[in-house]
């Protein structure tokens, strides 16, 4: 009996190491690939954000360098924001040049001087600058075709911007307005607006103007500006305050503003300045012997 069932063991014993060897073979092989799923189609592209072109008049000061910084720090952080820094002077200064090589964005420095005979006091002020960054940006917009969207804005050195200001001008259709504080011997000054629609003006100063706004309360379309190569700031006939309503005559009427910022409730610019520095101790002689940029 013991020895037919160990003739029978060893009739199995090369059968039962074959089908170990193909289970270890099997094991060792890769896993089959899943199978290639079909590709995804792409969904559709978010369309770009219109940029906002900031046109700002500058000229020097000894806070000059101090309010560029500040102004700088706000546009670093807004998205496709072109800055067109305009000096009032008849060539480049070493101290903006040096600045808006280290600004950090994108910034266009041109220069253009005030003729002397508009520098009396009680004349409009920085005409010939803003100007100057209307026709740069024409003549940057004027091969291409339309329609070209953008925002303009004129973002004087001496105020102060929320960033959500930005996200509320970049909407513009044609002309947007917004309140403005510490402006006009008031806490603020803003559009009345009744059902949408801009009915007057909450101002301290000539409530009768056609457009009674600060510069830092509009901004207007790319396209408005292109479409009207004319509209410009007026120096001949045009008074202290009017500068405002004179160019947005040239462009659009009261019925046609965009209201922002709520209805106009919400004040998103103000017109700080900076105080007047008081350099009564800065010496004519016996100078320090480092000079230093401030």
Not at 46 to 60: D, G, H, N, Q
Not at 76 to 87: F, G, K, N, T
Not at 90 to 115: D, K, M, N, Q, Y
Request: with cysteine; net charge positive.
């Amino acid at each position: 009996m013991k020895s037919l069932l160990l003739s029978r063991f060893l009739l199995l014993l090369p059968w039962g190491l074959i089908v170990i060897l193909l289970l270890d073979t099997d094991s060792s092989r890769a896993p089959p690939a899943p199978p290639a799923r079909p590709p995804q189609q792409a969904g559709p592209r978010r369309p770009a954000l219109p940029p906002i072109y900031a046109i700002t008049p500058t000229y020097s000061r000894p806070v000059q360098k101090a309010e560029l910084t500040r102004l700088a720090n706000t546009f670093r952080q807004v998205a496709r924001l072109h800055w067109v820094l305009v000096e009032d002077a008849a060539r480049r200064s070493e101290l903006v040049s040096r600045f808006v090589a280290r600004a950090g964005l994108p910034c266009t420095h041109l220069h253009v001087p005030t003729p002397r005979r508009y520098k009396r006091p009680g004349l409009p002020r920085a005409t010939e600058q803003r100007n100057a960054g209307l026709a740069w940006l024409r003549q940057r917009h004027q091969h291409l075709p339309p329609p070209q969207p953008g925002v303009l804005f004129f973002a004087d050195d001496d105020n102060t911007y929320s960033l959500e200001l930005f996200e509320e001008m970049r909407t513009t259709r044609k002309v947007s307005v917004w309140p403005v504080g510490l402006v006009g011997g008031r806490r603020y000054e803003r559009p009345v607006v009744e059902n949408g629609k801009v009915v007057g003006w909450y101002t301290g100063w000539r409530a009768d103007r056609p457009f009674a706004i600060d510069m830092a309360g509009f901004a207007v379309s790319l396209q408005v500006i292109l479409s009207n190569p004319k509209a410009v700031f007026k120096r001949r006939g045009s008074q202290p305050g009017m500068q405002e309503s004179d160019f947005l005559n040239q462009i659009t009427t009261v019925e046609e503003l965009e209201p922002k910022a709520n209805n106009c409730t919400k004040v998103l610019v103000w017109h700080t300045r900076t105080e007047k520095v008081n350099l009564g101790n800065e010496p004519k002689y016996h100078l320090d012997t480092v000079k230093i940029e401030v």
